[in-house]
């Protein structure tokens, strides 16, 4: 007997919507990095890219739990002194409302050249239509726990 190993061209990718909304913002991205990883088919490998395209629709409308909304705070720096900067997560969602989801994402993908490549099939969008319809993506549930 021999392990079936994929090749990378042998590796079929489809395209996954995953509606965010009324959803927690965590479980939506563990949901997306867990498809991005393509851990939900039975020929994953962990060094290769071998998960699907993952869109998520309406971000603007997942919601966080608890007092997440004050106290979670984003940090940037801009590589100057005293150039840290920090924003809630209410203020992220006014300002830009896709990027809290896009940042859950990436922080639950291989923080290395394999991780930074899955990130680049995943799109985020605030509203409840995407341009990708020629891709003819098809509905990913997120599980309710």
């Known amino acids: 007997m021999k392990t079936y190993v994929p090749k990378q061209g ?25 498809v ?13 890219d071998c998960g699907d395209h993952v869109i998520i629709v309406n971000a603007a409308k997942a919601r966080v739990t608890g007092r997440k909304g004050t106290d979670k705070i984003y940090y940037r720096h801009s590589g100057y002194p ?3 900067k920090e924003m809630t997560y209410n203020q992220m969602m006014a300002k830009h409302p896709t990027r809290a989801m896009y940042l859950a994402v990436k922080g639950m993908v291989p923080h290395n050249r394999l991780g930074r490549s899955l990130l680049r099939h995943v799109r985020v969008y605030a509203g409840a239509e995407h341009p990708h319809q020629a891709q003819q993506p098809e509905p990913h549930p997120v599980p309710e726990r």
């Open 10 to 34: 042998e590796i079929e990718k489809k395209w996954r919507v995953i509606d965010a909304e009324g959803k927690v913002l965590g479980r939506v991205a563990a949901e997306a990095a867990h």
């Open 82 to 84: 005293g150039g840290l």
């Open 36 to 48: 991005l990883r393509g851990k939900h088919k039975p020929q994953y490998t962990p060094y290769l």
